[in-house]
């Protein structure tokens, strides 16, 4: 009896197996798409008083328009050269070169239009004060040209008449030939300019993208 209970199984301790945690995964906001912003803009309720030229000589056609979050304009794109002199603006590749931007960076000096993206607005007037619409020196800004979305900011004033006009950084972004002489495109560009919005230091160019983006995927989603 002894060596059958000797050899008798014993029952071995029950094992337990953690299983690893599994933290949730964020999910990236999918970005907002050309289609998207163009959805809503598709209607104008204008807030300017009259309309602008595209360029110089051409017929007033465009109205500034808003809701209650942007103001947008549809346009052609001259190129914005001026501001700190580079390799491709500087006084012999701009006939209208200027060494001034309207709004300068955080260290006094003018922007950069061949290294910063962004968009210029008509100087105020009796058509249209962007001032008086939450817009100003740093405020972000969305640019569609076709399938493509580029953020940047508001960083120079041009004509009180004309407008349709963005920085040599912001036309390369886009795709469009950003030569100041000759280039551009005559169309089927789309400003949206978000209000009461503002990016500091007006040359940080990352954190333009970054709340553009925000506000792009707010303004989509009504919010």
Not at 32 to 38: G, I, R
Not at 148 to 162: C, F, H
Request: some cysteine; proline content about 8%.
């Amino acid at each position: 009896m002894a060596g059958a209970a000797l050899l008798a199984p014993t029952a071995l301790p029950a094992v337990t197996v953690s299983q690893p945690r599994t933290e949730p995964v964020a999910r990236r906001a999918t970005p907002v798409s050309a289609a998207e912003l163009l959805a809503e803009v598709r209607d104008c309720a204008p807030v300017s008083h009259g309309r602008y030229r595209k360029d110089r000589g051409s017929p007033a056609t465009v109205p500034v328009c808003g809701t209650r979050d942007a103001v947008f304009w549809k346009a052609d794109m001259d190129i914005d050269c001026d501001g700190r002199p580079g390799r491709h603006c500087n006084a012999r590749t701009d006939p209208y070169f200027s060494a001034a931007t309207a709004f300068a960076q955080s260290d006094g000096r003018p922007l950069s239009s061949e290294q910063l993206p962004f968009v210029v607005v008509p100087a105020p007037s009796a058509v249209w004060d962007y001032r008086a619409h939450g817009v100003r020196g740093g405020s972000v800004a969305a640019v569609v040209h076709r399938d493509r979305v580029r953020y940047g900011v508001v960083g120079d004033t041009g004509p009180a008449d004309i407008i349709g006009e963005a920085s040599y950084a912001m036309a390369e972004a886009l795709g469009i030939d950003p030569d100041p002489h000759g280039g551009g495109t005559s169309s089927d560009v789309t400003y949206i300019v978000f209000r009461n919005s503002r990016v500091t230091p007006i040359e940080d160019h990352r954190a333009a993208v970054t709340a553009g983006e925000r506000l792009a995927r707010r303004f989509v989603d009504g919010g």
